[in-house]
């Protein structure tokens, strides 16, 4: 009863777990009444198992920065993921007009790949020639630079030279043109919001 009542005034479901952190940094996991560390939390994140992390004292919410803090340590642990050129276009959307925007986008291409694993897993079995892969990576590559132009004008032309590459597939072109629409009416939604 305790649990639910603690559960309520955090705002978070019922089959949502809390953590709770206390001032001494450790974590305390509300559901098996144990501590755990920030290993256990990323463990739960690959099993898909939702919870909230909330500060003992004040009762915020500090998922977002426990999260964060996972991804830190897992970069400097080895297990490098993002790329430097990443990090620096993240950090220079702080700020920037469309910051608010940057979530959501970042949450659907996320989407996208996850959704996509399977056909990328494929392609690497099969080798990296005429595969999926390719048209998955051509549209995402896309995607970017559309994005990173629209965010930040004058991106995509510091590179110099085009490099050249052979001509897309068909669909791939199909792809573009409906992300550059959704781009488009995406950039109108958020213009009409600046008003």
Partial sequence: ????S?????NVSDDTIVIKKYANRRLYNTASSSYITLEDLAKMVRENVD????????GEDITHSILTQIIMDEEANGGQMLPVSFLRQLISMYGNSMQSMMPSYLDAAMTNFRENQSKIREAFGKGMQNNPITAIHETN???MRVAAETFIPGVGGKGGAKKSSPPPAETSSDEIAALREQMAAMQKKLDELGK
């Fill in 6 to 10: 603690a559960e309520a005034s955090m």
């Fill in 141 to 143: 590559m896309a995607m």
């Fill in 51 to 58: 919870f909230a992390v909330f500060d003992a004292k004040s």
């Fill in 1 to 4: 009863m305790a649990r639910k």
